[in-house]
């Protein structure tokens, strides 16, 4: 199902799958990232066939997008310095590609990994 925005050159659709690819490979290009997804579902680096829709999921209402999105991270990194790296890089990446406002990114961290 595609996703519909207007601007002033007309009206856009994006499928989610895009704005999921774009959110994954947002966080896992951010530094402390082991890989995207959960149990054996995993995404570790963005030239994956694999898709990310284990790990990231999109909501849309109107011109506005929510992600939910679950890491596993690096051992020994600050939790709380990756979170925010990868919850500004998502928010950035997405708003820049698709034009619409993203709310909010939701983060769980499914592990930690060696």
Same mark, same amino acid.
């Given at each position: 199902m595609a996703v519909s925005t207007s601007n002033l050159y007309g009206n856009i659709a994006i499928s989610r799958k895009a704005i999921r690819t774009v959110a994954g490979v947002a966080a896992l290009e951010c530094y402390g990232i082991w890989g995207v997804g959960r149990k054996k579902r995993i995404v570790r680096n963005t030239a994956s066939e694999i898709s990310l829709?284990?790990?990231?999921?999109?909501?849309? +209402?109107?011109?506005?997008?929510?992600?939910?999105?679950?890491?596993?991270?690096?051992?020994?990194?600050?939790?709380?310095?990756?979170?925010?790296?990868?919850?500004?890089?998502?928010?950035?990446?997405? =708003?820049?590609? +698709?034009?619409? =406002?993203?709310?909010?990114?939701?983060?769980r961290v499914m592990g930690i990994r060696k």
């Open positions: 829709r284990n790990g990231v999921r999109v909501w849309v +209402s109107k011109n506005k997008v929510g992600i939910y999105i679950d890491l596993i991270i690096c051992f020994g990194m600050p939790i709380d310095a990756i979170i925010n790296s990868v919850r500004n890089s998502i928010k950035y990446r997405v =708003e820049n590609f +698709s034009g619409m =406002e993203v709310l909010f990114v939701d983060i």
